[in-house]
């Protein structure tokens, strides 16, 4: 049997995936996680189904030599990508249907927009997972590429960022949406600009709250109290870079943080 | 001896590389060529060196199979983390220099701007090479991550896209440059939008040109007469999408082209 002291294993192409393990860090303290962020190849929703899942893979086969009691995939596009909910014997959680149950919750009028990376959007994962759990409403779905580059240029609160919204998201407005996906671990850094544009009236979701509600049914986490937990972040290119944004995205949870990077491709070939 | 019909080898992160390849097949219609496209890693810019320059040994790698008599790294910032000029005992040409000669003949005030991603900007590649030839003037450089999204968005003549360059560009417009160094491949798509931002006193310098010239030089490149040359143009991902966009900017050469795509990472198990 497993023991509950074992990581549980996350990754993202980048730092996005870190708003996500937030979250987790902050309603499991005990647990402790192993995160993968892969840097040297992001991005990810830019690329094609085959060469997502090739690194959605390898990713896994990565973290399953900590002894993963679970696998979370906190990446959208990476989530399209893998259809199986194991890999290496252990479950594997994604940001997809968490997100999606979050909408149902929400909707008032049954108009939900969803926006996400070409990958992500392309996919249609958001429509069948909302039409798998019964949903009968209208979607409204836009890919967003420029909103990564955005986010990574600090440009959160900008003329060009509001320009760009407009463009993206006017369609799904004038259709009257009341609920919008943010189908990205990027969008939440968003939140305030996309707040503006749409006002109070339309919900912003996204699925950390609902992802922390599956995996405590899951029973594949630590919620014992217990010592806190530890976090090891690996990356595959600019630690430093990461370790500065992470400190700040990170701050106030309880967890020990422990920096490494994976020097150099192939992937991982480097020194572990 | 290698023989003159042997084709030149020709790499870039993505399709940026096809407006160097394109200015080149024009110029020599008889040479063949090998381009590679490494999609499944793009973009090479917001990379670390040590990334930057190991995707670059494995790209002249992959070449080399090709007996190539030369090599261009069609790419700024692949070729800041290359200082060799020769890889697999054949002659490796870079775009870095050319765009500082072509700099050097236009600029009449001394004052020169480069512009590129955070790779080459942070390198200072070509404040160095422009005081390697003898510049004594001053330079002001900036690194404009976001021009390579707008250029794949296609938002080239937008309102979104005048905000951002008047952001990136205003001091060095203000310090009253009289020549730009369009210091990344994808830039010289945005030729119009930064030429109505400076107006007709600035020149705006890309490699293509002086590139040119430094491989008629080498003797490395089939210019007699000849049978049209042939292209073969791999990418590691999204071979459709490269060919839609290839057959648009080659549009008019007379060599005849056929694509490849090198199926899944690691890089180059594939089938070749």
Redesign the interface.
């Known amino acids: 049997m497993t023991s509950l002291t074992a990581p549980i294993g996350v990754f993202d192409s980048g730092v996005g995936g870190l708003t996500v393990l937030k979250h987790l860090c902050q309603t499991f303290p005990a647990q402790s996680w192993i995160y993968l962020g892969d840097?040297?190849?992001?991005p990810y929703g830019?690329?094609?189904g085959?060469?997502i899942h090739?690194?959605t893979e390898?990713n896994l086969t990565f973290l399953s030599q900590f002894n993963c009691q679970a696998f979370i995939i906190a990446c959208n596009s990476a989530s399209t990508q893998f259809p199986s909910d194991f890999h290496s014997g252990r479950p594997v959680f994604k940001v997809i249907k968490p997100g999606a149950i979050q909408a149902l919750q929400e909707t008032r009028n049954g108009k939900i927009g969803i926006i996400g990376t070409k990958a992500t959007i392309s996919s249609r994962v958001y429509e069948n997972e909302l039409h798998r759990l019964g949903f009968s409403g209208e979607t409204f779905s836009q890919a967003c590429?420029?909103f990564v580059?955005?986010v990574?240029?600090g440009l959160l609160h900008d003329?060009?960022t509001d320009?760009?919204i407009d463009?993206y998201l006017r369609p799904m407005k004038e259709a009257g949406i009341d609920t919008l996906i943010l189908g990205c671990t990027h969008y939440p850094l968003l939140y305030q600009a996309l707040n503006r544009y749409f006002g109070p009236s339309v919900k912003l979701v996204s699925s950390e709250f609902q992802l922390s509600q599956s995996l405590a049914h899951s029973h594949c986490v630590q919620t014992e109290p217990h010592t806190p937990g530890h976090i090891t972040l690996y990356t595959?290119?600019?630690v430093e870079f990461v370790k500065d944004i992470a400190e700040r995205i990170l701050l106030g949870i309880t967890q020990t943080i422990e920096y490494r990077n994976i020097?150099?491709?192939?992937?991982y070939e480097g020194s572990l």
Chains 1, 2 share one sequence.
């Open positions: 840097t040297a190849r992001l830019t690329k094609s085959i060469t090739a690194y390898e590429p420029l580059p955005l990574e240029e003329a060009a320009l760009i463009r595959t290119d600019r020097s150099g491709p192939p992937l």
